[in-house]
């Protein structure tokens, strides 16, 4: 089994850390932020942050109103200049179908960085609707859907992940590993059961022969595992409707 230990992790810069974390601080602060906050944020001095913020205001990244710092319209300009979406092909209108056809949760994901975050869900639980709508992370590791967004990434970036992953989730490589043919050849992961507090069946979204998301049904290890191959036929029929579907 293969083990990723020579694996070389992209190297990491201080500065574009700093700035990322400023950015997502941000975003998430809907209400707008102060210069202490974003000092306290970073465990840095205000004296050290303040010429990245205002760098990043007169770049246009964050907007200031009354020494508050909300994120600028800069990030989604690049979008529209980029002239897409982090997932163009599948709606919310198909996460309701599957929804519904299901019975159980059903969610949109995508990878940033080593995290993996719910962009969009459909459900009647209201612990999935608090990690969609707070953009909450969680570990690639410990997921269906992060585990078919680990297998359609770069070599180079799946096995530096997996190398820096906690000690505690270390027995799921090579559970990981032993799946992985069978994940690239299907675009589908069922059934991990890489979490004690649920499982899941997702499969991946490739736009531009890219992965670019994953579409999850999730519930409980037991409902999961008796439903494995009528759920997966769920996510095969839909995917073929939307991978027929143009990119924007």
Same mark, same amino acid.
């Given at each position: 089994?293969?083990?990723?230990?020579?694996?070389?992790?992209?190297?990491?810069?201080?500065?574009?850390?700093?700035?990322?974390?400023?950015?997502?601080?941000?975003?998430?602060?809907?209400?707008?932020?102060?210069?202490?906050?974003?000092?306290?944020?970073?465990?840095?001095?205000?004296?050290?942050?303040?010429?990245?913020?205002?760098?990043?205001?007169?770049?246009?990244?964050?907007?200031?109103?009354?020494?508050?710092?909300?994120?600028?319209?800069?990030?989604?300009?690049?979008?529209?200049?980029?002239?897409?979406?982090?997932?163009?092909?599948?709606?919310?209108?198909?996460?309701?179908?599957?929804?519904?056809? %299901?019975?159980?949760?059903?969610?949109? *994901? @995508? $990878? !940033?960085?080593? =995290?993996?975050?719910? #962009?969009?869900?459909?459900?009647?639980?209201?612990?999935?609707?608090?990690?969609?709508?707070?953009?909450?992370?969680?570990?690639?590791?410990?997921?269906?859907?992060?585990?078919?967004?680990?297998?359609?990434?770069?070599?180079?970036?799946?096995?530096?992940?997996?190398?820096?992953?906690?000690?505690?989730?270390?027995?799921?490589?090579?559970?990981?590993?032993?799946?992985?043919?069978?994940?690239?050849?299907?675009?589908?992961?069922?059934?991990?059961?890489? %979490?004690?507090?649920?499982?899941?069946? *997702? @499969? $991946? !979204?490739?736009? =531009?022969?890219?992965? #670019?998301?994953?579409?999850?049904?999730?519930?409980?290890?037991?409902?999961?595992?008796?439903?494995?191959?009528?759920?997966?036929?769920?996510?095969?029929?839909?995917?073929?409707?939307?991978?027929?579907?143009?990119?924007?």
């Amino acid at each position: 089994m293969p083990q990723p230990s020579d694996a070389k992790p992209r190297a990491r810069h201080r500065t574009v850390d700093r700035i990322a974390e400023i950015l997502e601080f941000a975003a998430r602060s809907h209400d707008g932020t102060t210069l202490s906050e974003i000092a306290k944020h970073l465990g840095a001095p205000v004296s050290s942050v303040q010429s990245l913020v205002n760098g990043l205001v007169a770049t246009g990244y964050l907007d200031e109103h009354n020494r508050r710092y909300v994120l600028g319209s800069a990030p989604y300009l690049l979008n529209r200049m980029a002239g897409r979406e982090p997932v163009s092909t599948v709606t919310h209108a198909d996460l309701q179908t599957i929804h519904e056809r %299901s019975g159980l949760t059903t969610v949109l *994901s @995508i $990878a !940033v960085g080593p =995290n993996i975050f719910y #962009v969009d869900y459909c459900s009647s639980d209201p612990r999935f609707a608090y990690l969609a709508e707070n953009y909450v992370q969680r570990s690639l590791i410990r997921t269906s859907a992060g585990w078919v967004l680990l297998a359609g990434m770069e070599k180079r970036d799946q096995w530096a992940y997996l190398r820096g992953v906690d000690e505690d989730e270390r027995p799921l490589i090579d559970r990981f590993f032993a799946m992985l043919p069978d994940i690239e050849q299907t675009g589908i992961c069922a059934a991990p059961n890489a %979490s004690e507090r649920g499982d899941g069946i *997702s @499969i $991946a !979204v490739h736009e =531009n022969d890219k992965t #670019v998301a994953a579409v999850g049904i999730i519930s409980t290890n037991e409902e999961i595992s008796s439903r494995r191959d009528e759920l997966a036929g769920v996510l095969r029929e839909s995917a073929r409707q939307w991978s027929e579907r143009p990119t924007v």
